[in-house]
C-alpha cells in the first residue's frame, strides 16, 4: 500500500471519527442522530441525520480550512433542512457554521 493511499484512509477514518462525535453530541442533546448513510450512487445524505439540520461536518489537518465553501456545499446539498456544518481543526477548535437567520432562530429572536 502506497503512502499516499494510507495517508487517505487516514484520512477518511478522521472524518468518520468525527461524524461519529458529532452524532453523540447530538444524542446527548435529545436527539435520535446517527451518522448518515453516504452512497455511491450519487443520492445525497447529510453527514448526520436525525437533526432537524442538514448537518455536514468537516476534519481538517491542513491549516486553513474553508468553512464558508464547507456551507455553500451544504447549502446545495440540502433536502430544505437549515444547513450546518462542524468544522474540526486538527489539533485545535471546533467551528461551526450556519446562516445568521437559523443562528436567531435557535436562540429565539427574530428581526
Do not use: C
Not at 500500500?1 to 458529532?22: L, P, T, V, W, Y
Not at 453516504?38 to 447529510?46: K, L, N, P, V
Not at 461551526?96 to 437567520?101: G, P, R
Amino acid at each position: 500500500m502506497s503512502a499516499a493511499s494510507k495517508r487517505g484512509r487516514s484520512s477518511r477514518r478522521r472524518g468518520h471519527d468525527f461524524e461519529r462525535e458529532i452524532a453523540r453530541k447530538y444524542r446527548s442533546a435529545g436527539f435520535e442522530a446517527r451518522r448518515g448513510i453516504q452512497s455511491r450512487d450519487g443520492d445525497e445524505a447529510a453527514d448526520v441525520e436525525g437533526t432537524p439540520w442538514w448537518v455536514e461536518t468537516k476534519y481538517s489537518s491542513v491549516r486553513h480550512p474553508n468553512p464558508v465553501a464547507a456551507f455553500r456545499q451544504a447549502t446545495e446539498a440540502t433536502d430544505g433542512r437549515p444547513p450546518i456544518v462542524w468544522t474540526k481543526l486538527a489539533g485545535g477548535d471546533t467551528l461551526v457554521t450556519m446562516s445568521d437567520e437559523e443562528f436567531w432562530r435557535l436562540i429565539g429572536e427574530t428581526e
